[in-house]
Nanobody, 124 residues
Framework: QLVESGGGLVQPGGSLRLSCAAS????????MGWFRQAPGKEREFVAA????????YYADSVKGRFTISRDNAKNTVYLQMNSLKPEDTAVYYC???????????????????WGKGTLVTVSS
């Protein structure tokens, strides 16, 4: 089970940190990803991280602004979002997969487990 938290309303230029808590003992067996879906749009890849955090991948639209990280001791993956823009408004989902993290890039179809999402609204 994956449970996201940390979403909310933030002004443009602001920051938020999303968390995703996973249940179970095999968290480190999974690469993790963050995806988002804006109203009327398809779900899109945001970021991915390898099983032990040594490799990270980002969508071009968030590169340099967002940082994905994980704490395997806490079974938690994070998404630090800085310099937020109105176009970042979306429901953000975390997901887990048994395939290598580089295969997650742009590919929501490879994810095995999904959270229910947390809403991020960037507006003044």
């Amino acid at each position: 089970q994956l449970v996201e938290s940390g979403g909310g309303l933030v002004q443009p230029g602001g920051s938020l940190r999303l968390s995703c808590a996973a249940s179970g003992r095999t968290f480190s067996s999974y690469a993790m990803g963050w995806f988002r879906q804006a109203p009327g749009k398809e779900r899109e890849f945001v970021a991915a991280i390898s099983r032990y955090g040594s490799s990270t991948y980002y969508a071009d639209s968030v590169k340099g602004r967002f940082t994905i990280s994980r704490d395997n001791a806490k079974n938690t993956v994070y998404l630090q979002m800085n310099s937020l823009k109105p176009e970042d408004t979306a429901v953000y989902y975390c997901a887990a997969t048994g395939v290598p993290a580089y295969k997650v890039v742009g590919s929501p179809g490879v994810m095995d487990y999904w959270g229910k999402g947390t809403l991020v609204t960037v507006s003044s």
